[in-house]
């Protein structure tokens, strides 16, 4: 009953509808790239998607629909945001991170995937498939995406990349969040933020602490094939670092994690971190 009055109390203040006041089953869809996929970025690598719903109770069904090597741009030229939108209902919940594949100058690019550099409405032409493609940024491609499911009624959750090793080879810890977690933030901030759906999870800095506390050696292990791809230890690592992420946070998909946060808490993976004091969402 307590799940039924939260859903109920969120959707009419986020979403103007009491669609969720029945506590039927909703989906919590996945986008991204190897990081999260299924099978990450093979060679015995694993995405942290895959250890997302031992943490949900009934009541949420995680679809990932990652795939490995694309970006913000491939997922949207492909139409994989397209295909999560055709089947997606009100009170659905999607994740978006991205970051790993998206750098670069698009004329540069021999696969196709690097965005356009900005974080507004700059554009790059160049030519893909014997036609022109207009590249746009990283910030358009993710805020078209959200505002389409925010349309549908689903609530969105952006998200930081993922963590390369944060270990030197020396074995010092050096962790640095990358553009692209700021640029996440930027996009959920600009688009309303909780009052219109829409969030934000440090899933980066979650996860580099982690890493931390777990050493060198565990990283360096873990980080298998190469320092983006995670061993299936770490991708499950991973998994919850982002239920902390989402704990410490304010998205009221929390209430549908099956711990509490002092449960997650500890030596493993840290404890909330001051970004969810701080940032507007």
Request: glycine share 10%; hydrophobic share 35%.
């Amino acid at each position: 009953m307590q799940y039924c009055t939260m859903r109920l109390f969120t959707t009419i203040a986020f979403l103007g509808t009491a669609l969720a006041a029945s506590c039927r089953n909703h989906t919590l869809w996945l986008c991204g790239d190897s990081t999260m996929a299924p099978g990450g970025g093979h060679n015995g690598t694993e995405g942290w998607g895959q250890y997302l719903h031992y943490s949900f109770d009934s009541h949420i069904r995680v679809n990932n629909s990652a795939y490995a090597g694309r970006s913000a741009r491939t997922f949207t030229r492909e139409g994989r945001f397209d295909r999560i939108y055709e089947q997606a209902t009100a009170g659905d919940w999607v994740v978006i991170q991205f970051g790993h594949n998206d750098a670069g100058i698009p004329a540069n690019d021999t696969k196709y995937r690097t965005d356009c550099p900005g974080m507004g409405s700059e554009t790059c032409p160049v030519t893909y498939n014997n036609q022109t493609e207009i590249v746009q940024t990283y910030v358009t491609y993710l805020r078209n995406a959200t505002s389409h499911f925010l349309s549908l009624g689903a609530r969105v959750i952006l998200t930081s990349p993922t963590p390369t090793n944060p270990f030197t080879s020396s074995g010092v810890f050096s962790w640095k969040p990358t553009i692209y977690a700021y640029y996440s933030w930027y996009i959920a901030s600009s688009l309303g933020g909780p009052a219109k759906g829409v969030y934000y999870v440090d899933h980066s800095d979650y996860a580099a602490q982690a890493v931390r506390l777990l050493g060198a050696e565990s990283a360096n292990k873990n980080y298998p094939m190469d320092n983006t791809h995670l061993s299936p230890h770490y991708a499950d690592l991973f998994a919850q670092a982002f239920v902390l992420g989402l704990k410490c946070g304010t998205a009221p998909l929390q209430g549908a994690v099956v711990n509490a946060t002092a449960r997650i808490e500890g030596d493993v993976l840290g404890t909330c971190l001051r970004v969810n004091e701080t940032l507007p969402v």
